[in-house]
């Protein structure tokens, strides 16, 4: 079975500094690899998604991700962080293979203070 | 992508009561998935619903409890029988979407609170 693990369950950061989720995965299969975000209220948005191909993933809103499969890591990254940035955001896998469901980390709370 | 419409919002039951939950999708999609979140919590995977066939549903959570609907390609349903304050959480619809199934699209989420 697969599981995620996100390492911080909270993160405050500054507005305009970076800010890195982490996300590590556990499988004996290949997987693809999610990022979904939810503001307070809402369902969930797709962040971004790595399937194949170049391990550096960009996304919606500057967001963008790095697929280590020696690490089994997908931690995402932003640059410079905007107030609008504070949400959940949940890592998510799928297998290659098989069933189609998603398996979500816990989630990490990224609050961007003024 | 596909956007799917979740009704209702949110809703207020007494206790023993039931509840069904409706999600309606844009385009015909072949996978749907249900979610729970409970408060402050991650996304647990209720069941698989496939069209034409029974829903598949993960450890801890039976039909009894739990039946879905999945008439048609754009279409569920999610019931939450008898119903405790336990179940209050954010239910949520997903489909699976794009080419190749690698996209998927939420639903906004049930906000249910059982008194």
Known sequence: AQSVTQLDSQVPVFEEAPVELRCNYSSSVSVYLFWYVQYPNQGLQLLLKYLSGSTLVKGINGFEAEFNKSQTSFHLRKPSVHISDTAEYFCAVRTIQGAQKLVFGQGTRLTINP | ?115
């Open chain 2, 1 to 115: 992508s596909a956007v799917i419409s979740q009704k209702p919002s949110r809703d207020i039951c007494q206790r023993g009561t039931s509840l069904t939950i409706q999600c309606q999708v844009d385009s015909q999609v072949t996978m749907m998935f249900w979610y729970r979140q409970q408060p402050g919590q991650s996304l647990t995977l209720i069941a698989t619903a496939n069209q034409g066939s029974e829903a598949t549903y993960e450890s801890g959570f039976v039909i009894d409890k739990f039946p879905i609907s999945r008439p048609n390609l754009t279409f569920s349903t999610l019931t939450v029988s008898n119903m405790s304050p336990e179940d209050s959480s954010i239910y949520l619809c997903s489909a699976s979407t794009g080419a190749g199934n690698y996209g998927y699209t939420f639903g906004s989420g049930t906000r249910l609170t059982v008194v």
